[in-house]
Structure formats: C-alpha cells, structure tokens
Nanobody, 126 residues
C-alpha cells in the first residue's frame, strides 16, 4: 500500500510556472506507475500525465498539456513531480497524484489507479 501527499499548488498568473510534488510512502515506490490528474469545478477528473514504473523511461501527457508540462520521478526520494510551464487559466483545477502497480502506463482512466492523494489547488489568473 502507498500513501500520497501532494504539495506545491498555488496562485500564479497566466504564463507562469509551478512545480507540483507528490511524496509517497512505502518501500516499493519504484514499482508503481505514477500519474497526475486534475479536476476543475463542475468537470470530471481528467488525465494530465503519467510516468512508467522503475526507471520512468516512458512518459505520457494529455494533448492539452503536451509541451508545457513535464512529469518526473525520483525513486530514491519516493517523489514524483509535475513541472508546469506556460500556465493558462484553463489549467485551474485541483491536481491529484495517483499510483498503481497494475495499470498500463499511459492509460488515462482514473479508475485504473488504486491510490490517490488529497489534491492540491492550482489557480491561474488571466
């Protein structure tokens, strides 16, 4: 089992940057596919990015964030990050970190992830 805690959210102007962090518990962190999802008010939770287990050699992004966001992991620190650049008002949402030992990395279905953090708010002003 793994517990996830996100941090790094906040208020930023359009065009700015933020880096979200997700701290994971447990000694088998490297074996988990890690993902980031977001949910805006009145909308369904949507896939943002994912990184493969172990070395994290494969990364996947939603079309809406491709080229602006970068997901990475540090297995020695049990951390996963989401670097967000060129932020837009439509990026405003609660961002969630998620983990799964069984999901195929890149699968955008949130119900395939077993573990979730509490979320961190990102607000982008125009």
């Amino acid at each position: 089992q793994v517990q996830l805690v996100e941090s790094g959210g906040g208020l930023v102007q359009a065009g700015g940057s933020l880096r979200l962090s997700c701290a994971a518990s447990g000694r088998t962190f490297a074996s988990y596919v890690m993902g980031w999802f977001r949910q805006a008010p009145g909308k369904e939770r949507e896939f943002v990015a994912a990184i493969s287990r172990w070395s994290g050699s494969s990364t996947f992004y939603a079309d809406s964030v491709k080229g602006r966001f970068t997901i990475s992991r540090d297995n020695a620190k049990n951390m996963v990050y989401l670097q967000m650049n060129s932020l837009k008002p439509e990026d405003t949402a609660v961002y969630y970190c998620a983990a799964s030992r069984t999901v195929l990395a890149g699968t955008p279905d949130s119900d395939k992830y077993n573990y979730w953090g509490q979320g961190t708010q990102v607000t982008v002003s125009s």
